[in-house]
């Protein structure tokens, strides 16, 4: 089982590019959900998908996008990126999207995202 | 709305010493808590949860916490710590009726030291 995967590793952008980042569930996961950490800052919800839908989304702008496929992986997109963009993005995977119940998440590597 | 606070940003620790990363969280709601552990240009690991029950939950690498919800805390302790503990732990909570949202506190940088 490789677990959750991420690509790519690392990436360096200019301010005002598009990013697209990816995530590939752990095998029978389905429901994907993305951080964003900053440095020296715990992760930040970014918004989780299920069934292909967005489920839950947080305090973040319009700019901030994503999709999940059939196979249940999932990708985020960033337009116009800013400086303050620049962070490692988590994907995490987990079972269902079952209210009261517990689901655990698995966390990727991240990608790391420079903005310059 | 929820939140975390990590009471301590950072803590150093001589090897085989006890030590406690304080956690207070704040919500309205019933809430699952967790402890997540991050090594240097990883992802996060779950070292522990609280869902219900016992309010002394044991984790991996001989961690533990108690949920204590009178004081709305969650405090990760380990009798002796080793230099592999290196690294960065976070506290997290999640509403019960969320669908595993997570909101994270602001991290403890846990520095043991030979």
């Known amino acids: 089982d490789a677990g959750v995967t991420q690509s790519p590793t690392h990436l360096i952008k200019t301010r005002g590019q598009q990013v697209t980042l990816r995530c590939s569930p752990k095998?029978?996961?389905?429901?994907v959900s993305w951080y964003q950490q900053a440095l020296g800052q715990g992760p930040q919800f970014i918004f989780q998908?299920?069934?292909?839908?967005?489920?839950q989304r947080g305090n973040f702008p319009d700019r901030f996008s994503g999709h999940q496929f059939p196979n249940y992986s999932s990708e985020l997109n960033v337009n116009a990126l800013l400086l303050g963009d620049s962070a490692l993005y988590l994907c995490?995977?987990?079972?269902?999207?079952?209210?009261?119940?517990?689901?655990?998440?698995?966390f990727g590597p991240g990608t790391r995202l420079t903005v310059l | 709305a929820q939140s975390v606070t990590q009471l301590d940003s950072q803590v150093p620790v001589f090897e085989e010493a006890p030590v406690e990363l304080r956690c207070n969280y704040s919500?309205?709601?019933?809430?699952?808590l967790f402890w997540y552990v991050q090594y240097p240009n990883q992802g996060l690991q779950l070292l522990l949860k609280?869902?219900?029950?016992?309010?002394l939950v044991k984790g991996i690498n001989g961690f533990e916490a108690e949920f204590n919800k009178s004081q709305t805390s969650f405090h990760l302790r380990k009798p002796s710590v080793h230099i592999s503990d290196t690294a960065e732990y976070f506290c997290?909570?999640?509403?019960?009726?969320?669908?595993?949202?997570?909101?994270f506190g602001q991290g403890t940088e846990l520095s043991v030291k030979p």
């Open positions: 995490a995977s987990s079972l269902g999207l079952a209210a009261s119940s517990y689901n655990e998440q698995f």
């Open positions: 095998s029978g996961h389905d429901t």
């Open positions: 998908y299920y069934e292909e839908e967005e489920r």
């Open positions: 919500s309205s709601v019933s809430v699952y």
């Open positions: 609280y869902l219900s029950g016992s309010t």
């Open positions: 997290a909570v999640s509403d019960v009726d969320q669908g595993g949202k997570l909101i």
